[in-house]
Nanobody
Framework: QVQLVESGGALVQLGGSLRLTCVVS????????MGWFRQAPGDQRELVAR????????EYAESVKGRFTMSRDDAKNTVFLQMDNLKPEDTAVYYC?????????????WGQGTQVTVSS
């Protein structure tokens, strides 16, 4: 069973920054890509960013482009989400995922989530 553990969520003010971390229990090269999703109360879970595990190719949701940066450290089996210029609408539980392109459903794993709250 693959395990993902997110951390780094917190309460921050408008315009602040946070860095989320997701540690994966296996080598990320096993997966086609890694992703970050978020879910706000009453909303569906949405993709925030996804990154190939074979290159640095990364895609972002329009709402976070220019503010969020996804990266990874293969040696530590870790992905990061640097979030800058945070807005109240970024408030959500953020989840790490191993199958953001929904390529192999049997390789879909989620972390437990980490809460990000942005106050105005």
């Amino acid at each position: 069973q693959v395990q993902l553990v997110e951390s780094g969520g917190a309460l921050v003010q408008l315009g602040g920054s946070l860095r989320l971390t997701c540690v994966v229990s296996e080598k990320m090269s096993r997966f086609y890509a890694m992703g970050w999703f978020r879910q706000a109360p009453g909303d569906q879970r949405e993709l925030v960013a996804r990154m190939s595990t074979r290159s640095t190719y990364t895609e972002y949701a329009e709402s976070v482009k220019g503010r969020f940066t996804m990266s990874r450290d293969d040696a530590k089996n870790t992905v990061f989400l640097q979030m800058d210029n945070l807005k109240p609408e970024d408030t959500a539980v953020y989840y790490c995922n191993t199958n953001p392109y929904e390529v192999k459903l049997e390789d879909t794993y989620w972390g437990q989530g980490t809460q990000v709250t942005v106050s105005s």
